[in-house]
């Protein structure tokens, strides 16, 4: 706190000193979060695991030995390669390579960016589509927090998987032919936000309708705040602690979804193969021999998904508290 004299009086007044940045950074690691992470060895292998996964998908370019999915440098001499500790396996291709000789290990690195950017990029949509409902259908009632809710129950009687595959035929069936592989990435993120909104409206509905009614928002509403006002600057910050523990899991539910998708053939094209499209290559050589082109793929998902739902569980956990 500093002191600066008063002009008008001849006084000082104490001004109080905003915090530094390492202040922030040592309070929020001295933090109940940040404590319960330190505490728990799940959580640190998780998230360990989850950076050098990030890692290697974000600096695929740099960290790759080869890239994949230029065809000036692949040969066909290479492929079906198996990986280099064992019998006939090649020194450049750790983990093998393919039917097409790509390295299956960069082809991994370079899938894992589009089915993180797909996963992340569908949850996104997802909380903007749920959040934003939830808060509508649970603030003003009646018949517009009907119509909100009937719309989901109809969605949930629908598998996830089915919405996704019905908006991607849609999209596919509405554009040309000749921007299919274009657009697939954006029609991807589309169908699978679409279809897991729903879970993030329910849930900010709930915590909105008891929100509502307290004191804060009542002496909001006397003192003129707008009903969006009240939306956007009162609930909406006390409704989104289960919205950021909903996501974190859902990251992996997207990240599945799409590859089940890209497996079944309506994902990504094979131009820009994801981790699913190379578990769907793979597929076709699993039971002539070639092991490797399907399981390393598949594994890196495994992985992947694995980590964030751990992190999900321990951030359920963090937030939650009765358990502290």
């Not at 289960?242 to 859902?250: F, R």
Request: hydrophobic share 50%.
């Amino acid at each position: 706190m500093s002191v600066r004299p008063n002009a008008g009086a001849g006084e000082a007044v104490a001004v109080p000193r905003l915090p530094s940045l390492a202040e922030r950074l040592r309070g929020a690691w001295d933090g109940d979060v940040a404590y319960s992470f330190r505490r728990s060895p799940v959580a640190v292998v998780s998230a360990i695991v989850l950076a050098a996964c990030l890692a290697g998908a974000l600096f695929a370019p740099w960290l790759a030995p080869h890239n994949p999915f230029d065809l000036k440098t692949l040969n066909l001499l290479d492929a079906l390669s198996p990986p280099v500790w064992q019998e006939g396996g090649k020194p450049g291709y750790l983990l093998g390579t393919d039917d097409q000789g790509r390295d299956v290990l960069s082809a991994i690195m370079y899938g894992a960016r589009i089915s993180l950017l797909v996963g992340l990029a569908s949850v996104a949509l997802a909380v903007v589509m749920g959040v934003s409902l939830g808060l509508l259908a649970g603030y003003a009632g009646g018949k517009i927090d009907a119509f909100i809710m009937r719309v989901a129950d109809v969605q949930l009687s629908f598998p996830a998987i089915l919405i996704a595959l019905l908006i991607d035929g849609v999209a596919r069936a509405a554009l040309p032919r000749d921007a299919h592989g274009d657009v697939a990435l954006f029609v991807l993120i589309l169908a699978i936000g679409v279809s897991n909104w729903v879970q993030y409206a329910r849930t900010v509905r709930g915590s909105t309708m008891v929100e509502k009614n307290k004191e804060y928002v009542q002496a909001a509403r006397v003192i003129g705040v707008s009903s969006w006002g009240i939306m956007g600057r009162h609930l909406l910050p006390n409704v989104m602690g289960p919205v950021l523990v909903l996501g974190t899991i859902n990251i992996a539910t997207a990240i599945l979804t799409e590859a089940t998708l890209s497996f079944l053939g309506v994902g990504v094209p094979p131009t820009q193969p994801s981790l699913g499209t190379l578990i769907r290559v793979g597929n076709d050589f699993l039971f002539s021999g070639e092991w490797w082109i399907t399981i390393f793929p598949g594994v890196a998902l495994v992985v992947m998904v694995l980590s964030i739902n751990l992190l999900g569980d321990w951030l359920r956990d963090a937030l939650n508290p009765k358990l502290r």
